[in-house]
């Protein structure tokens, strides 16, 4: 009677197991568009089934999380509508559970009573999902100025008279891509993709809220003239985007900011208004017990043959996915790591994962060819007494062949000593990796050790790549970088390939690889694969025309 009744409701019962890569599914699978999943599939093949732009969010959905931990997801398969799934993680995260159903069934639910704007939870699940898309995004809060003293004045109903009203100038102010929503008793928040054509930002939008919670009103016979307190955040999306509440919560210090300059305020969130409890101090304890609990992960960028447009390796690069705020940008801990002396522990981190990860590509997809992986050596790695032993332990528990794990290190550490920096090289092209010169270009003192450094690549820095198509300084450049690597028999890889113009340029150049946004930013394993996977079926891995 129970699978009758999902049934009936468009509904559908799942359960994710990851420790056996099976996700099953009981009730109404093919009105909801998972008869192709159903009764069971495994994780590639419903990430694989996901709108192209809702992957993100499918991988999202199966990452095992701790035990209670809730899921709330709004997902798109192929040849079906959006879909509300629900779920919680069980038994100390080994598997999960929950129910899925078209979302037109759910109308009416995650909503404010009072001001049918989306409730705090409704709210930051659409902020989730607008972040994972690429772009610039913002958050503004507004807070209403003394609201106890509207209470006090007008009595609890007229004072919900007041919030209804401002709900409704709101939802008149904003569309419904913007989110508008009540999050607390007297905060209302917007969420906005900005436009960097038109200029539009931060200020534009909070004026805009301003202006229609500001506007005056008459209740009961009173004029009500509302004044609201503004805090705004913004965020790039994509694979390093912060997690929804993390920007709420920078939304929210910017709030308490602009509460400090009397009614009618207003700020902007920057890094001097974090408080005690993400101190520094904090953040490196933090820090420091990421690697302990595996927190830190690679993410990988693809690296594509410019001529074939096939897909010939990946680049891994680091990424700390935090407990509590999502994943932490880049810049946030890569300099923290160095300062607190752990480059040398992240090094061996991502070639352990990294090589483990390319050893598992190249068993299951042989129609890849010579795949390979490229891991960043970090800043004096290279000096470091084990390094070798490390790599040749690496290639061998791995059983990757010859070549495939390439190390990149930079100018600047091969110049420190370079003829110590030339026997170490040697010693790891002899126990079975390739080498990259990274950031080529940008601090070279001299060409003349090039020639006798055991490199296989070159990589052209990114902003002569982004620039060559506007400055003749840079595109003489990039052409000297090819033809030299041509000369010394050296591949060259492109970095900051941002669309198919740059592509068309390169190719001409004469140019091996390209690598960017313009094909993918940084994946997660599993949607990397995916990536890999459609490249393959299609024959070439897709360029954006433009940026």
């Known amino acids: 009677m129970a699978l009758e009744a999902l049934a009936a409701a468009d509904s559908a019962l799942w359960v994710w197991t990851p420790s056996q890569d099976s996700i099953s599914f009981s009730g109404a699978t093919p009105s909801i568009g998972l008869g192709p999943l159903a009764p069971e599939c495994t994780a590639a093949t419903f990430v694989a089934m996901?709108?192209?732009?809702?992957?993100?969010?499918?991988?999202?959905?199966?990452?095992?999380?701790?035990?209670?931990?809730?899921?709330?997801?709004?997902?798109?398969?192929?040849?079906?509508?959006?879909?509300l799934w629900r779920g919680v993680w069980l038994e100390d995260g080994l598997r999960a559970a929950g129910i899925v159903t078209l979302e037109h069934r759910m109308i009416g639910t995650g909503r404010c009573a009072l001001t049918h704007l989306l409730d705090r939870r409704s709210f930051l699940?659409?902020?989730s999902e607008g972040l994972v898309q690429p772009g610039e995004f913002e958050m503004v809060i507004a807070d209403l100025d003394r609201l106890k003293r509207l209470n006090e004045a007008l009595g609890p109903e007229r004072a919900d008279l007041v919030l209804s009203t401002l709900g409704s100038r709101l939802s008149?102010?904003?569309?419904?891509?913007?989110?508008?929503?009540?999050?607390?008793?007297?905060?209302?928040?917007?969420?906005?993709?900005?436009?960097?054509?038109?200029?539009?930002?931060?200020?534009s939008t909070a004026e805009r809220m301003r202006e229609a919670l500001e506007l005056p009103m008459s209740v009961a016979g009173y004029d009500i003239y509302p004044s609201v307190s503004i805090g705004a955040a913004s965020a790039e999306g994509g694979a390093d985007a912060p997690a929804a509440g993390e920007l709420l919560r920078r939304a929210s210090l910017a709030l308490e900011r602009a509460k400090t300059g009397g009614r009618g305020g207003a700020a902007a969130y920057g890094r001097a208004l974090e408080n005690d409890s993400l101190s520094r101090l904090a953040l490196e304890s933090e820090l420091r017990n990421a690697f302990s609990r595996g927190e830190i992960e690679p993410f990988y960028q693809?690296?594509?043959?410019?001529?074939?447009?096939?897909?010939?390796?990946?680049?891994?690069?680091?990424?700390w996915r935090h407990p509590q705020r999502g994943l932490v940008p880049p810049d946030e801990f890569l300099s923290l790591t160095e300062e607190m002396g752990l480059m040398a522990e992240l090094g061996l981190v991502m070639m352990r994962q990294a090589a483990r990860q390319l050893a598992e590509w190249l068993s299951r997809h042989p129609a890849a060819g010579d795949l390979f992986c490229s891991v960043n050596l970090s800043v004096g790695e290279i000096e470091r007494p084990h390094l070798v032993q490390d790599v040749a332990d690496i290639i061998a528990t791995t059983g990757l062949p010859k070549g495939a794990l390439k190390l990149e290190v930079t100018e600047s550490d091969i110049m420190r000593d370079p003829n110590k920096a030339a026997e170490v090289l040697a010693s790891l092209r002899e126990v079975g990796a390739s080498l990259a010169l990274d950031d080529f270009g940008t601090g070279f003192s001299s060409l003349s050790y090039l020639a006798r450094?055991?490199?296989?690549?070159?990589?052209?820095?990114?902003?002569?790549?982004?620039?060559?198509?506007k400055d003749e300084g840079s595109a003489k450049i990039v052409r000297s970088v090819v033809n030299l690597g041509r000369d010394l028999s050296l591949e060259v890889v492109a970095e900051g390939v941002e669309n198919a113009s740059l592509a068309y340029l390169l190719v001409q150049d004469g140019c091996h690889y390209g690598q960017g946004f313009g094909y993918a930013?940084?994946?997660?394993?599993?949607?990397?694969?995916?990536?890999?996977?459609?490249?393959?079926v299609d024959g070439a891995a897709p360029i954006k025309a433009r940026s």
Not at 52 to 80: C, F, H, N, T, W
């Open 50 to 83: 996901a709108l192209p732009q809702d992957r993100a969010l499918a991988e999202r959905l199966l990452k095992p999380r701790a035990e209670g931990a809730e899921i709330s997801v709004r997902l798109r398969m192929r040849g079906s509508e959006t879909c």
């Open 125 to 127: 699940g659409r902020v």
């Open 172 to 203: 008149a102010a904003f569309p419904n891509e913007a989110a508008p929503a009540r999050i607390g008793e007297d905060e209302f928040a917007v969420f906005v993709r900005r436009d960097r054509q038109s200029g539009a930002g931060t200020a």
């Open 302 to 319: 693809p690296i594509v043959n410019l001529s074939t447009g096939a897909v010939a390796g990946f680049e891994a690069l680091a990424r």
């Open 453 to 469: 450094l055991p490199f296989d690549t070159l990589k052209i820095d990114r902003y002569f790549v982004l620039t060559m198509d």
């Open 521 to 536: 930013p940084a994946l997660p394993a599993q949607e990397a694969e995916v990536y890999l996977n459609e490249s393959l």
